[in-house]
Nanobody, 123 residues
């Protein structure tokens, strides 16, 4: 069982940066692939980025590639999402998620979810 708690969301102007954190409980965090998803009002939840258990491979949605960076610190049981050059269309609730079987852009592949953190980008 893994519990996930996101933090770091907030209000930022377009072009600004935020770093989201997702702290995991449980001693098996290093075994989990982790992902970030987001959901804007009236829209479906969408994939943002994912990272394998070791951190050596990362994957991004085309919409954030080159602007966002996912990373993890297994010693701290934490996964991060560094978001640069933010745009108003990045406004959403951001969720972290975990699963044992490898990265996936599909939300249904993930077993554990955090409660989400709001990111609002003003124009």
């Amino acid at each position: 069982q893994v519990q996930l708690v996101e933090s770091g969301g907030g209000l930022v102007q377009a072009g600004g940066s935020l770093r989201l954190s997702c702290a995991a409980s449980g001693r098996t965090f290093s075994s989990y692939a982790m992902g970030w998803f987001r959901q804007a009002p009236g829209k479906e939840r969408e994939f943002v980025a994912a990272i394998i258990w070791s951190g050596s491979n990362t994957y991004y949605a085309d919409s954030v590639k080159g602007r966002f960076t996912i990373s993890r610190d297994n010693a701290k049981s934490t996964v991060y999402l560094q978001m640069n050059s933010l745009k108003p269309e990045d406004t959403a609730v951001y969720y972290c998620a975990g699963q044992l079987y490898g990265t996936s852009p599909l939300s249904r592949a993930y077993d554990y979810w955090g409660q989400g953190t709001q990111v609002t980008v003003s124009s």
